[in-house]
């Protein structure tokens, strides 16, 4: 049976490596569901629900096929501490309860993946996915509740229109308080221990004491509204971990929430009427949103202008090198004519001397090989540099991926990343530059080989109606979002195929496998 073509059901089912880690989750929960307890909400919920930070670090890292692991792991918590009892008649209805939130997550994830797979905007550009379903995640959770809410208001607690909306609301904030603060260093210690983590930039003393004095306005502003009698107004400090995270990047943001959070997380824990603790959360998860959401765009704006000053450095080098191809063809064209009239004669001089002494003989033939040698290497750089290499000519697909093979084999190997190259209907026929289509397709095996987990990059090809389908494939590497960067590689592969009259579209499912597929038109050759 051929494992690449194994029914994709399969995938959902946790892999024999991700046991240890649903283990590690399993008692880590039991921890975080004790935690919960402290802040208990309005009925069934909590107001800071560490347990989601736990379940969305674990997602984002491994991936939402370990979706049902988690909820089954949660479940066997909930049994072994006594909330569910297996002998009560809302047996199911209660596993149903807590089933839907890692579900719900687990969807979440999912589509966010997709989305930012398949789109080219900066909100796509790692670290915003992360921050996107950090948000969408809680929210959607409390939707996804609510009917529950309505049909079984025994289960929560909570009865009437007004009770069940403030019970969903601390669901919401909740779960937001427990992602936000929790997710982020567990993703940072899990890269940490595998030896991914980024290395942490130099922090400038300039930074730093702008953005405490920042965070010190804010509160001193704060504590001067309370003192003049207008409340505890939190605008002052959403605005301030707001400027952090814009100015510093997420990881500044996230410090400066844990500030916060710190300061407001302890009153919250004393005896307090449920509307003033919600609100206070309330006001504390609306910070903790704007803030990390705005550190996640810094960064991803950053890498964005960071792969444009690639982008841009490749272009200078593209002029560069058009100028010494130019040089090139020039010095070519000299030493054309004269080589070939060099191995004109070496093979006349060849032929004279066959029956000529043994010794002249043998030398009269190495120096027409070597010349002939030398005569077809000079005019295949004068067809490669020169116009006509220009032009699209009818490429057979065969020999278009036979050349991405012989080319990117070698760095594969070096990578130790086997390629696979599935054989080629000799039939199908593109309109193509071949030595600019060859350097896109190459591209993207590159970014394969890079991003590789399990040491293979499959290269394929197929014609579906009238179009040539060119698929490069692998497995990537666990991560927090897509590859790093927004791909030079991938650009330059696109453009190329695009002014072939072609489409690229990279695209990764929910189990780590991802797709680089080229489509283009099918040249059909007259008979």
Not at 2 to 18: C, S
Not at 197 to 217: C, D, G, Q
Not at 323 to 345: C, D, G, K, N, Y
Request: net charge positive.
């Amino acid at each position: 049976m051929d494992l690449r073509r194994r029914p994709r059901l399969l995938t959902l089912v946790p892999r024999l490596d991700d046991l240890p880690w649903l283990a590690g989750y399993a008692m880590l929960f039991w921890a975080a569901h004790q935690i919960a307890a402290e802040w208990g909400g309005q009925g069934y919920y909590s107001l800071l629900y560490p347990a989601a930070g736990l379940r969305m670090a674990l997602l984002w890292q491994r991936g939402p096929r370990l979706t049902i692991g988690i909820a089954i792991a949660e479940v066997l918590v909930q049994v072994s501490t006594g909330v569910i009892d297996p002998t009560s008649a809302g047996f199911a209805t209660q596993v149903i309860g807590v089933v839907r939130p890692p579900l719900v997550y687990g969807l979440v994830v999912l589509l966010v993946r997709r989305i930012t797979d398949r789109a080219e905007t900066s909100l796509t550009v790692p670290p915003m996915p992360l921050g996107l379903a950090s948000v969408a995640a809680p929210i959607a959770a409390a939707v996804s509740a609510l009917p529950w809410s309505v049909l079984r208001p025994e289960l929560t607690g909570v009865s009437g229109m007004r009770e069940i909306i403030a019970s969903l609301t601390s669901f919401v904030v909740g779960d937001l308080l427990g992602v936000l603060l929790l997710t982020p260093p567990v993703l940072w210690l899990i890269d940490l221990s595998s030896g991914t983590a980024s290395r942490p930039h130099r922090i400038k003393a300039a930074a730093v004491m702008e953005a405490v004095l920042v965070l010190a306005a804010a509160f001193a502003i704060e504590a001067m509204l309370v003192a003049i009698g207008l409340g505890t107004p939190y605008t002052p400090v959403l605005l301030s971990v707001a400027w952090i995270g814009l100015r510093f990047g997420r990881t500044a943001s996230w410090l400066a929430i844990v500030i916060v959070a710190a300061m407001v997380l302890p009153q919250t824990t004393m005896p307090l009427q449920m509307p003033e603790r919600l609100a206070l959360h309330m006001s504390l998860a609306s910070i903790m949103v704007v803030g990390y959401l705005a550190g996640s765009f810094a960064d991803a704006q950053a890498r964005v202008g960071m792969d444009l000053r690639r982008r841009d450095r490749l272009l200078f080098q593209a002029e560069r090198l058009k100028t010494l191809r130019a040089m090139s063809v020039a010095v070519i064209h000299e030493i054309s004519q004269p080589l070939s009239t060099l191995a004109i004669e070496a093979k006349h001089l060849h032929e004279i001397t066959v029956s000529a002494d043994p010794e002249i003989a043998r030398t009269a033939a190495l120096i027409d090989r070597k010349a002939a040698a030398l005569s077809t290497l000079v005019r295949r750089l004068r067809r490669f540099g020169g116009r006509a290499v220009d032009e699209p000519t009818p490429l057979p697909l065969v020999t278009l991926i036979d050349t991405v093979a012989a080319l990117a084999r070698p760095e594969a190997t070096a990578q130790r990343v086997e390629l696979f190259v599935d054989a080629i209907d000799p039939d199908l026929i593109v309109l193509a530059q071949e030595v600019e289509l060859a350097q896109a397709i190459v591209n993207l095996v590159r970014n394969g080989v890079q991003a590789c987990a399990d040491g293979r990059v499959s290269l394929t090809a197929d014609r579906v109606e009238d179009r040539i389908r060119i698929i490069v494939a692998n497995r990537r590497r666990p991560d927090t979002g897509r590859q790093a960067g927004m791909g030079v590689g991938l650009l330059v592969a696109r453009a190329i195929v695009e002014s072939h009259g072609g489409s690229l579209v990279r695209a990764g499912d929910a189990f780590g496998q991802t797709r680089a597929t080229i489509s283009l038109p099918v040249h059909e050759v007259a008979l």
